[in-house]
């Protein structure tokens, strides 16, 4: 039992905003996402007090810049959606431009994982250039996790939670639906 549960309303409202505070100063204080495992460890946290202490910060910062974000590497503080235009036109120089190709590629890694670079290659119907996949291996976005059981022996490619958390995802589910492309090349 935690000293919390022995505790008037009041003592748990103040105890829970405490811990909702400590919660906001290390993430802050943290170059990388925190995790479940982590903050109820270092705040010695039940389950049910670390997301009471969460739903807290949640609302203290409705009202500010900064929101809670889940990611698949954890909890991290980003500036609200709402700024990003300003963001964007103060430093240009932060927006990075992806290429068509490396979309192309690194959907088709997303959607149809595992797969090979000739899968790859099959789907978009052009050679894949060892320049794209360089670039996602560096950004850590995919990587190589076993091989194919077929003639060579190709590596099998698959996206990282570093890939997760570049497009603000938890989990690959959450990914938005596949387009009908046969739906949209017959309409056109």
Not at 62 to 78: P, W
Not at 94 to 119: F, G, H, N
Not at 157 to 163: D, E, G, K, R, Y
């Amino acid at each position: 039992m935690t000293d919390n549960q022995h505790q008037s309303p009041t003592q748990t409202d103040d105890y829970l905003e405490t811990m909702s505070k400590h919660i906001e100063v290390l993430l802050h204080a943290s170059e990388t996402p925190l995790t479940d495992t982590v903050l109820k460890k270092q705040l010695s946290l039940t389950v049910e007090e670390l997301t009471q202490a969460l739903e807290r910060l949640q609302l203290r910062l409705a009202s500010g810049v900064l929101s809670l974000h889940k990611t698949a590497s954890g909890y991290r503080l980003q500036i609200s959606d709402d700024y990003s235009a300003l963001i964007q036109r103060v430093f240009p120089q932060r927006q990075e431009r992806l290429s068509q190709a490396l979309l192309e590629t690194l959907s088709v890694i997303a959607y149809k994982q595992p797969v090979t670079r000739s899968d790859i290659e099959h789907v978009r119907g052009v050679t894949l250039s060892s320049n794209i996949l360089r670039q996602l291996f560096d950004k850590g976005w995919i990587v190589e996790e076993g091989y194919k059981d077929t003639l060579g022996r190709p590596a099998l490619l698959h996206t990282t939670p570093q890939f997760l958390d570049a497009f603000g995802l938890t989990h690959l589910d959450e990914l938005p639906p596949m387009p009908d492309i046969e739906a949209i090349q017959a309409m056109s």
